[in-house]
């Protein structure tokens, strides 16, 4: 029986070439984007159905699992990638509904579709997130942006325990800039500037490796000139109590043991 992958933001740039990877892998895919002639026409390529959903609408989210469910069965690789720059830079008055749409679809969008999806995935199922490396360091230009990616992160980091449980892996890639429609007018004034860009292929390269080499948790960079690599976070410090002794915060308690 073949494994069922469904890819959002699927009709372009990254998300595209994650698909066409995944069906030379043998993969059937379900090609979800806002846009649908897009996924359409990745789908057509891919041998996969094409799913028109807004992640930033739950109701959208569900409705695209159903959608996998109904023409496959079952879905055992997920993949939120869908994404949008932010329009809203750090020396304009903050536009309220622009920072609810950015983060509707790159916050909510992580969290509506892992909420979606998983009633639908069973044990060796498998979740990656398309992060950014905007949300590791401190991306000045795109405050906005920065924090949404540096939201789903923490958001990976912190399922990863209680999907676990479930017998399904969650980990999230940041890339760095990548030639694809998402860099608007900065594409040429990078290339101006001899910038190097990673290709959507390479992206691809690094999910794959993601795919069959990373744990649970994990979050792994991608950067032109070095392979995919497992990021590594500082340790939190340990809380010192009155006698000296310094215990370990535990994130959290696993549901078993609450
Ligand atoms: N290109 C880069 O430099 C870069 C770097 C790091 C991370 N990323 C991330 O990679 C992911 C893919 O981006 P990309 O570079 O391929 O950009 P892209 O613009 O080429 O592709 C994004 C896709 O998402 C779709 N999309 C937008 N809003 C959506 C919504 N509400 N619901 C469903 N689909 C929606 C678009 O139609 C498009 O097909 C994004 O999450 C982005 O933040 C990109």
């Not at 846009?35 to 959903?53: F, K, L, M, P």
Request: charged content about 15%.
């Amino acid at each position: 029986m073949s494994q069922v992958a469904l890819v959002t933001g699927a009709g372009g740039g990254i998300g595209a070439a994650v698909c066409t990877r995944l069906a030379s892998l043998g993969y059937q895919m379900v090609v979800a984007d806002v846009n649908g002639e897009a996924a359409q026409e990745v789908a057509s390529s891919t041998g996969g159905i094409a799913v028109t959903a807004d992640v930033s609408r739950l109701e959208d989210n569900r409705a695209m699992v159903a959608q996998a469910l109904e023409a496959f069965g079952h879905l055992d690789l997920l993949v939120l990638n869908a994404g949008v720059r932010s329009e809203q830079s750090p020396d304009m008055p903050l536009d309220v509904a622009l920072y609810r749409q950015i983060n509707g679809i790159n916050v909510d969008g992580v969290v509506f579709g892992i909420d979606a999806a998983l009633p639908a995935m069973s044990d060796g199922g498998s979740i990656v997130v398309t992060a950014s490396l905007a949300g590791l360091g401190p991306e000045q230009a795109n405050p906005v942006y920065a924090m949404g990616k540096s939201a789903v992160l923490a958001y990976v980091r912190a399922m990863a325990g209680a999907l676990a449980q479930r017998g399904i892996s969650i980990n999230a890639l940041c890339p760095g800039f990548t030639d694809t429609a998402i860099l608007g007018i900065s594409k040429k004034l990078m290339r101006k500037q001899g910038f190097p860009l990673l290709t959507p292929d390479d992206v691809a390269d690094a999910f794959q490796t993601v795919l069959t080499k990373a744990g649970t948790g994990e979050v792994w960079t991608l950067v032109p000139g070095r392979p995919a690599a497992p990021f590594t976070f500082p340790a939190v410090p340990t809380t010192l109590l009155p006698d000296g002794s310094a215990v370990e915060l535990r994130p959290f308690l696993a549901p078993k043991e609450r």
